[in-house]
Each structure stands twice: as C-alpha cells, then as structure tokens.
C-alpha cells in the first residue's frame, strides 16, 4: 500500500524542540522530493519545508527558517522534520508529502505535492 504515515508530534512548551518522522512504503522514495506542511486552526495548509530527491535542495518557509531542519534517509525510506526553539504559532497537524514532479529540486507550495500523511498534532504551550 502506498502511504506515508507521521510520527511524533505531541504537547511541547514555547522553546522547545520536537522531531517528526515520516515513514513511506508501498514506493521507492529516494525518486521523488518531499515535503512538510502545516495547517493552524482557522488557517490554510502552508508549506514548511521540502527536500529533493537527492538531497542537495533544500527550502524552508520564512517563518520556520533557522529552527527546523528536514533531511530524508532513503534506506529506511524515512523522512523527519527536526524543529527548535518552537513557538506558539508553531502549533498545527503537521503532515508529510510526496512531490509529483520528477524533478531535482523541491517547493513548498502545496500544489505540488499529491500523496500526504494523515498528519501529527503538534502543540506548543505552557
């Protein structure tokens, strides 16, 4: 079956760190880029960070870059999504998701990307 399933999100304080982990199966993905993406209560999906396919691009969202770091381990087929110094607006279901485009690059627009996670909670608060 062809899936990607996220990992662990959870309660975490202002300051904090969390690492999210995206576990693929059912394809090879070392062919395709991918990508983390958020959505707030209220709020549109936006796109967080993306990786491409081997690991020479990536791209963070202006209000993310300098905390969170993506990287990929195709071996495992796994993906993860390491975040620091969290902050309140950080707090959204974060999901993982594949790019369509077989290109050697990456974007974190949302258009892009065609197969996601069911996503993980991720809440910071004191």
């Known amino acids: 079956q062809v899936q990607l399933v996220e990992s662990g999100g959870g309660l975490v304080q202002p300051g904090g760190s969390l690492r999210l982990s995206c576990s693929a199966s059912?394809?090879?993905?070392?062919?395709?880029?991918m990508g983390w993406l958020r959505q707030a209560a209220g709020k549109e999906r936006e796109g967080v960070a993306c990786?491409?396919?081997?690991?020479?691009?990536?791209y963070y969202a202006d209000s993310v870059e300098g905390r969170v770091t993506i990287s990929r381990d195709d071996a495992k087929k796994m993906g993860y999504l390491q975040m620091d110094s969290l902050e309140a607006e950080d707090s959204a279901v974060y999901y993982c998701?594949?790019?369509?485009?077989?290109?050697?690059?990456?974007?974190?627009?949302?258009?892009?990307?065609?197969?996601w996670g069911q996503g993980t909670q991720v809440t910071v608060s004191t």
């Open positions: 059912g394809f090879t993905l070392d062919t395709f880029a």
């Open positions: 990786i491409s396919n081997n690991n020479r691009v990536t």
């Open positions: 998701a594949r790019d369509f485009r077989f290109v050697e690059s990456c974007s974190i627009s949302t258009s892009v990307y065609e197969l």
